[in-house]
């Protein structure tokens, strides 16, 4: 079973920067899409960036230039470095996984493990 832990998330001021780490266990194949969803209140869960196992990105329109997907295999840790934060990004956000070599998509359907999420804050 696989299991996600998402950590770095807080209050910060608009145009600041935050780190997302997203811990993973319980995997043995290398075989995996991974992805970063945000869900604000009231909203669906919306797709934010995917990365897949040959590291090809993709980017949510609202964030393209502002925030980097990265991974880091020997610590088995998914990142989202998010600069130039703004009010509407303000959201829970979670990370996701699935057993395939490339993504399907950033559909909240595309991705069978989820963590727990996180809380970010952005004040204007």
């Known amino acids: 079973q696989v299991r996600l832990v998402e950590s770095g998330g807080g209050s910060v001021q608009a145009g600041g920067s935050l780190r997302l780490s997203c811990t993973a266990s319980g995997y043995t194949s290398t075989n995996y899409c991974w992805g970063w969803f945000h869900q604000a209140p009231g909203k669906e869960r919306e797709g934010v960036a995917s990365?897949?196992?040959?590291?090809?990105?993709v980017y949510a329109d609202s964030v393209k230039g502002r925030f980097t997907i990265s991974k880091d295999n020997a610590e088995n840790t998914l990142y989202l470095q998010m600069n130039s934060l703004k009010p509407e990004d303000t959201a829970i956000y979670y990370c996701?996984?699935?057993?395939?070599?490339?993504?399907?998509?950033?559909?909240?359907?595309?991705?069978?493990?989820w963590g727990q999420g996180t809380q970010v804050t952005v004040s204007s």
């Open positions: 990365m897949d196992l040959y590291g090809g990105t």
């Open positions: 996701a996984a699935e057993p395939r070599s490339y993504c399907r998509g950033m559909r909240e359907s595309d991705y069978r493990y």
